[in-house]
T-cell receptor, first 112, second 116 residues
Framework: KNQVEQSPQSLIILEGKNCTLQCNYTVSPFSNLRWYKQDTGRGPVSLTIMTFSENTKSNGRYTATLDADTKQSSLHITASQLSDSASYICVVPRHNTDKLIFGTGTRLQVFP | DVKVTQSSRYLVKRTGEKVFLECVQDMDHENMFWYRQDPGLGLRLIYFSYDVKMKEKGDIPEGYSVSREKKERFSLILESASTNQTSMYLC???????????????FGPGTRLTVL
């Protein structure tokens, strides 16, 4: 069954600290994986896309990694800011369609 | 700047009412999607449209219908609202990827619907 699982469900960190969010997927065949950020009460916004040939990609303080062999991805946030408080959703497309499979997200809270 | 707008941010309806949720995109995208988002369940696809007047059921279509008369507008209809349809509803649009699945979906701000 095609699934995307994320951990932890929720995370609390202090401002300035780093954190890593995990995503495991069983979608096959695999083409790409996206990380979305969703602020409370808003729609998700894409942070980065990883294709199967990419191992790591950065977008400012966000760095995504992908291991296509173990079917795992991580999102590392460096020097967290209060504005990083949001849900982070891992998303993988279904093969040969425009439809997506969503993880349940990790809710990150950054406190001063 | 790309934009997907939804007609209401918050909506309160009574059980049995007919409810219309409207979504408009200004990017000339072929694909439009309706999702619902519930705590602990993630986003689930209700309906998908890949062209004007074309639609395809998603994972949870029961109790919903859709209409796409114009390319930029995709409507979600709850024929007879029930309390278990209380949820956050998100609309999204994307280009047709031709099977490569690289095209990003752009989301609207969401409509939080409460059915009493």
């Amino acid at each position: 069954k095609n699934q995307v699982e994320q951990s932890p469900q929720s995370l609390i960190i202090l401002e300035g600290k780093n954190c890593t969010l995990q995503c495991n997927y069983t979608v096959s065949p695999f083409s790409n994986l996206r990380w979305y950020k969703q602020d409370t009460g808003r729609g998700p916004v894409s942070l980065t896309i990883m294709t199967f040939s990419e191992n790591t990609k950065s977008n400012g303080r966000y760095t995504a990694t992908l291991d296509a062999d173990t079917k795992q991805s991580s999102l590392h946030i460096t020097a967290s800011q209060l504005s990083d408080s949001a849900s982070y959703i891992c998303v993988v497309p279904r093969h040969n369609t425009d439809k997506l499979i969503f993880g349940t997200g990790t809710r990150l809270q950054v406190f001063p | 700047d790309v934009k997907v707008t939804q007609s209401s941010r918050y909506l309160v309806k009574r059980t049995g009412e007919k409810v219309f949720l409207e979504c408009v995109q200004d990017m000339d995208h072929e694909n439009m999607f309706w999702y619902r988002q519930d705590p602990g369940l993630g986003l689930r696809l209700i309906y998908f449209s890949y062209d004007v007047k074309m639609k395809e059921k998603g994972d949870i279509p029961e109790g919903y219908s859709v209409s796409r008369e114009k390319k930029e507008r995709f409507s979600l209809i709850l024929e007879s609202a029930s309390t278990n349809q209380t949820s956050m509803y998100l609309c999204a649009s994307s280009r047709t990827s031709g099977g490569s699945s690289y095209n990003e979906q752009f989301f609207g701000p969401g409509t939080r619907l409460t059915v009493l």
